[in-house]
Protein backbone atom coordinates (compact mmCIF):
# COMPACT_ATOMS: atom_id res chain seq x y z
CA UNK A 1 0.00 0.00 0.00
CA UNK A 2 1.25 3.53 -0.96
CA UNK A 3 -0.23 6.78 0.01
CA UNK A 4 0.71 9.60 -1.74
CA UNK A 5 -0.23 13.66 -0.40
CA UNK A 6 0.22 16.80 -2.53
CA UNK A 7 1.69 19.88 -2.17
CA UNK A 8 2.96 22.92 -3.47
CA UNK A 9 -0.03 23.88 -5.40
CA UNK A 10 -1.13 27.60 -5.75
CA UNK A 11 -2.17 30.87 -7.30
CA UNK A 12 0.79 32.42 -9.90
CA UNK A 13 1.04 35.10 -12.27
CA UNK A 14 1.77 33.45 -15.77
CA UNK A 15 5.87 33.44 -16.59
CA UNK A 16 5.73 31.78 -12.85
CA UNK A 17 7.02 29.12 -11.39
CA UNK A 18 5.59 26.34 -8.77
CA UNK A 19 7.49 23.06 -7.36
CA UNK A 20 4.94 20.80 -6.42
CA UNK A 21 6.10 17.88 -3.79
CA UNK A 22 4.58 14.35 -3.41
CA UNK A 23 5.42 12.51 0.05
CA UNK A 24 4.73 8.72 0.10
CA UNK A 25 3.90 6.16 2.74
CA UNK A 26 5.09 2.77 2.13
CA UNK A 27 7.46 0.33 1.90
CA UNK A 28 7.81 0.10 -1.70
CA UNK A 29 8.62 4.03 -2.75
CA UNK A 30 12.02 3.09 -3.95
CA UNK A 31 10.67 0.90 -6.47
CA UNK A 32 7.60 2.35 -7.45
CA UNK A 33 7.14 4.68 -10.58
CA UNK A 34 6.02 8.03 -9.98
CA UNK A 35 3.71 9.85 -12.14
CA UNK A 36 1.77 13.84 -12.47
CA UNK A 37 -1.34 14.23 -14.44
CA UNK A 38 -3.54 17.45 -14.20
CA UNK A 39 -6.85 17.88 -14.45
CA UNK A 40 -8.55 21.13 -15.71
CA UNK A 41 -12.03 22.06 -15.39
CA UNK A 42 -14.33 20.42 -18.24
CA UNK A 43 -11.65 18.20 -19.51
CA UNK A 44 -10.15 15.40 -19.13
CA UNK A 45 -7.44 14.03 -16.67
CA UNK A 46 -3.81 14.21 -18.72
CA UNK A 47 -0.18 12.51 -18.31
CA UNK A 48 1.93 15.29 -17.49
CA UNK A 49 5.40 13.68 -16.19
CA UNK A 50 6.31 10.25 -14.99
CA UNK A 51 9.72 8.82 -13.27
CA UNK A 52 11.35 5.63 -13.30
CA UNK A 53 11.33 3.60 -9.82
CA UNK A 54 15.38 4.00 -10.21
CA UNK A 55 14.93 7.76 -10.88
CA UNK A 56 16.58 7.63 -14.12
CA UNK A 57 14.46 7.91 -16.84
CA UNK A 58 11.93 10.34 -17.19
CA UNK A 59 8.53 11.26 -19.66
CA UNK A 60 7.12 14.21 -20.08
CA UNK A 61 4.05 15.67 -21.67
CA UNK A 62 5.11 17.35 -25.46
CA UNK A 63 3.05 20.37 -23.72
CA UNK A 64 5.15 20.54 -20.98
CA UNK A 65 8.89 19.33 -21.97
CA UNK A 66 10.70 22.59 -22.03
CA UNK A 67 9.00 24.06 -18.91
CA UNK A 68 8.66 21.14 -15.81
CA UNK A 69 10.84 19.04 -14.83
CA UNK A 70 10.23 15.82 -12.82
CA UNK A 71 12.58 14.41 -10.14
CA UNK A 72 12.70 12.09 -6.75
CA UNK A 73 14.19 12.12 -3.37
CA UNK A 74 13.94 8.02 -2.37
CA UNK A 75 15.73 8.84 1.17
CA UNK A 76 12.59 11.91 2.02
CA UNK A 77 10.25 9.47 -0.23
CA UNK A 78 9.18 12.31 -2.13
CA UNK A 79 9.08 13.16 -6.13
CA UNK A 80 8.52 16.72 -7.32
CA UNK A 81 7.35 17.95 -10.24
CA UNK A 82 9.37 21.79 -10.96
CA UNK A 83 7.30 24.00 -13.36
CA UNK A 84 8.44 27.21 -14.76
CA UNK A 85 7.26 29.41 -17.37
CA UNK A 86 3.70 29.06 -16.55
CA UNK A 87 1.19 29.93 -18.45
CA UNK A 88 -2.82 30.02 -18.20
CA UNK A 89 -3.82 26.35 -19.62
CA UNK A 90 -1.33 24.73 -17.22
CA UNK A 91 -4.42 25.57 -14.91
CA UNK A 92 -5.74 22.74 -13.15
CA UNK A 93 -5.73 19.85 -10.16
CA UNK A 94 -2.94 18.15 -10.28
CA UNK A 95 -2.12 14.59 -9.31
CA UNK A 96 0.23 12.36 -8.23
CA UNK A 97 0.30 8.52 -9.00
CA UNK A 98 2.54 5.48 -7.82
CA UNK A 99 3.08 1.99 -10.16
CA UNK A 100 4.85 -0.24 -11.21
CA UNK A 101 6.54 0.52 -14.52
CA UNK A 102 6.63 4.09 -15.92
CA UNK A 103 3.94 5.19 -18.15
CA UNK A 104 1.91 7.63 -19.91
CA UNK A 105 -1.11 5.84 -18.93
CA UNK A 106 -3.47 6.12 -16.14
CA UNK A 107 -4.22 2.65 -15.81
CA UNK A 108 -0.37 2.17 -15.08
CA UNK A 109 -0.89 3.80 -11.73
CA UNK A 110 -2.46 2.06 -8.70
CA UNK A 111 -2.14 4.56 -6.04
CA UNK A 112 -3.58 8.27 -6.41
CA UNK A 113 -2.99 11.20 -4.15
CA UNK A 114 -6.01 13.62 -3.96
CA UNK A 115 -4.63 16.37 -6.00
CA UNK A 116 -3.53 20.06 -5.60
CA UNK A 117 -5.00 22.89 -6.91
CA UNK A 118 -2.14 24.75 -9.79
CA UNK A 119 -3.58 28.40 -10.91
CA UNK A 120 -2.38 30.63 -13.58
CA UNK A 121 -3.46 33.96 -13.46
CA UNK A 122 -2.59 35.99 -16.96
Known amino acids: QVQLVESGGGLVQAGGSLRLSCAAS????????MGWFRQAPGKEREFVAA????????LLADSVKSRFTISRDTAKNTVYLQMNSLKPEDTAVYYC???????????????WGQGTQVTVSS
Open 97 to 111: AAGTFITTLERGYNY
Open 26 to 33: GRTFGSNA
Open 51 to 58: IRGSGGST
